[in-house]
């Protein structure tokens, strides 16, 4: 290691070669401020597809941005080529603050995080009533996953002709969630279509449901001019051909909304998850949580909330909701 004096000038820095000159190097990022504000609408393979100004335009993360990555529904800052051109490549300089940030883990011993989509405000757990057969563990999970991200959660139940709702919505009836019960017929003549997207207007809502529940089919019934291809459901198995490899956000017609079609689960891990941040989904039954001991589950002898619903602040059947999405976060989805 090269030693200087006390007092180096500079004949003493040592400067490396450098074929575009010898530009001093600084900590000093720039701020961008003249950077076009784009909406992430998918990512492949590092490269990030964005709508600005009407247009869509291919770019790459800047290098100054580290490890900080970009979603689909991320709001960013780009600089460069804003043409749109082929084989033009722009630059994403800064990723503005998320409203929310929607979090699943491969399962629950998963550390990682990822990522499914930011800024949505609105998840459609979307569950086919038979082939498949619904998965009310994977609804639980989702529907903790979006209380936790602080989404609103919606059901969109498909092929009805082939079961009834009715024991499925009885189940979810004292959480008040919204739902839309669709059957083949009504998606083949746009009738589908239509009530799901009545309750899309003027939200970002993204999309997630196991594989073959008829998703995408749904999303390319909102979004015609957008299709995207479909598959079918194994007959032995229930398991479906994951049509969708990578998230996309989709503008509504008329510009009234957007959806975002994310790829088939068949888990959705909750090792991210706060269970202490999942009562807030439960405004009337929160305000019980006062007397409860330090850490409390929710679910022992001395929890606050036993004796807050027995004196008639909240319904039983909203507390066994709760203890029940809790639960799943401790439960296998095949138990």
């Not at 092929?159 to 019960?181: I, M, Q, T």
Request: hydrophobic share 35%; aromatic share 4%; proline share 6%.
């Amino acid at each position: 290691m090269r030693r200087y004096g006390k007092n180096p000038d500079e004949d003493d820095v040592r400067v490396r070669p450098n074929r575009k000159g010898n530009r001093p190097r600084t900590n000093i990022r720039p701020k961008h401020e003249d950077a076009s504000e784009g909406l992430v609408l998918t990512v492949d393979r590092g490269r990030l597809t964005c709508l600005i100004e009407g247009r869509t335009v291919t770019a790459m993360k800047a290098r100054e941005l580290g490890r900080k990555s970009a979603v689909v529904g991320d709001r960013v800052a780009v600089v460069g080529d804003l043409t749109g051109a082929k084989d033009t490549l722009a630059r994403i300089v800064r990723v503005e603050p998320r409203s929310s940030t929607l979090r699943r883990t491969a399962d629950d011993d998963d550390p990682y995080e990822r990522v499914v989509v930011a800024n949505a405000d609105q998840l459609a757990i979307v569950t086919a009533l038979a082939d498949p057969e619904p998965r009310p563990r994977l609804i639980d999970r989702c529907l903790v996953a979006a209380y936790d991200a602080g989404l609103d959660p919606l059901l969109v139940l498909t092929k009805s002709d082939l079961a009834s709702a009715d024991a499925l919505l009885e189940s979810y009836g004292a959480l008040g969630v919204p739902y839309v019960v669709t059957n083949r017929d009504e998606l083949a003549d746009g009738t589908a279509a239509d009530r799901v997207r009545e309750k899309l207007t003027g939200r970002m809502t993204a999309f997630v449901g196991h594989s073959g529940v008829g998703k995408t089919t749904l999303v390319n019934a909102l979004v015609p001019e957008r299709r995207r291809a479909t598959g079918h459901v194994n007959a032995v198995t229930g398991r479906g051909r994951h049509t969708t490899t990578s998230a996309l956000a989709l503008p509504l017609p008329g510009d009234s909304g957007w959806v975002i079609d994310t790829p088939g689960v068949r888990s959705f891990g909750l090792a991210h998850i706060d269970p202490s941040r999942v009562i807030h989904a439960f405004p009337d039954l929160e305000p019980g949580t006062d007397g409860c001991p330090r850490a409390c589950s929710h679910d022992e002898p001395d929890c606050a909330l036993d004796e807050w619903v027995a004196d008639g602040h909240a319904e039983p059947a909203r507390l066994y909701s709760l203890r029940r999405l809790l639960a799943t976060r401790e439960r296998r989805e095949g138990d």
